[in-house]
């Protein structure tokens, strides 16, 4: 195992076992990182259980909450209140699409989150992105400051600058938000750069990428959009080491920063690139990770919520679980150690 998930499953756990939620529990490669989870006390695992799993959770030796009907009617109502708003549109949520809801596994998960009852939640190996993410909107919601949820891949690549040792580089947004605005961009760089400081345990240093450096390439497409982001980065987080407009290039090699950029913060030494749309993001994470067999992809791990959550690939191995669920535990504010 490389240095870096070794450190990020000691540093999960760091004197506290967060509880983080599971709320798939049919599926073998969930209970299979379960049990490594456990073993290793990286955290520990919570199942959302229906009447028929309890006896298998119990038989692995597995904490689990039963949904209980009286937690499922509140459920139920509150979700009634939260989508009120919505009544007369496509969008209503009637009174017994909310009861089904209140019963399923993943929404009653989100629910036990938003009481305190778990550190985390972590889904998506049998649920969709859509699923998960319009669960966490629903019951946890946004980080106070925070207007736009969006996600970061962790890519663990092989040493491309200074020594021999690995790297990880902070990609942000690659499966959120398709076409941000300036403010949604900033928003992306401050969550970016708050979950990277918790999940990697260093300095971000965040570079706003574009096809153009410091107006090489004239004013239009992304320049604009990249330059106001980072004024309202350097309004709302004036100590953040953040610069931009950037090529990809003069954010990671310290010669052709120099070259290209002489003086920018980042001085080539970058290790959370924001790409100014989530074609940009998408394309770049597949590529790297397609081209280089060295290279690992970690997530999508949602930023920019109350509490951590991430969503997990469909596709996705039990090493991969394991991974994911010692990001969000490590995600979880020091307050509740």
């Not at 983080?20 to 290793?40: C, G, S």
């Not at 909310?98 to 989150?113: E, V």
């Not at 074609?279 to 290279?295: E, R």
């Amino acid at each position: 195992m490389n240095t870096f998930l070794s450190n990020l499953r000691i540093r999960a756990a760091d004197g506290y076992l967060r509880k983080i939620i599971l709320p798939e529990t049919l599926d073998e490669r969930v209970l299979e990182a379960a049990k490594i989870i456990l073993k290793e006390k990286i955290a520990e695992p919570v199942f959302i259980c229906n009447a028929e799993n309890i006896s298998k959770i119990e038989a692995l030796g597995f904490s689990y909450i039963d949904i209980k009907e009286e937690e499922a009617a509140t459920l139920r109502e509150l979700l009634l209140k939260i989508r009120s708003s919505k009544i007369g549109t496509k969008k209503e949520l009637t009174p017994e699409m909310a009861g089904s809801l209140a019963h399923d596994p993943l929404m009653y998960g989100m629910y036990m989150l938003r009481l305190g009852k778990g550190d985390g939640l972590v889904a998506g190996a049998e649920r969709t992105s859509a699923d998960v993410l319009r669960a966490g909107l629903w019951l946890i919601g946004k980080a106070e400051d925070i207007e736009t949820v969006s996600s970061s891949f962790y890519m663990i690549v092989p040493a491309f600058r200074d020594g021999d040792a690995e790297e990880v580089l902070t990609f942000s947004d690659c499966a959120v938000v398709p076409n941000p605005t300036a403010e949604q961009l900033a928003d992306i760089a401050i969550a970016a750069g708050e979950a990277r400081s918790l999940v990697v345990g260093d300095e971000p240093r965040i570079a706003l990428l574009s096809y153009s450096t410091k107006g090489s390439g004239g004013e239009s497409g992304s320049i604009s959009l990249v330059r106001k982001a980072l004024e309202i980065v350097h309004t709302r987080k004036p100590k953040l080491i953040i610069d931009g407009e950037i090529q990809a290039d003069a954010a990671l090699v310290e010669s052709i920063s120099e070259r290209k950029a002489p003086g920018n913060l980042i001085g080539g030494r970058a290790n959370v690139l924001i790409f100014p749309s989530l074609d940009a993001g998408n394309i770049a994470h597949k590529l790297v990770a397609c081209l280089s067999p060295g290279v690992q992809a970690l997530g999508p791990i949602l930023q920019g919520m109350k509490k951590p959550i991430s969503d997990l690939s469909r596709g996705v191995k039990v090493d991969d679980i394991v991974n994911i669920v010692s990001i969000v535990a490590s995600q979880v504010k020091n307050e509740n150690k």
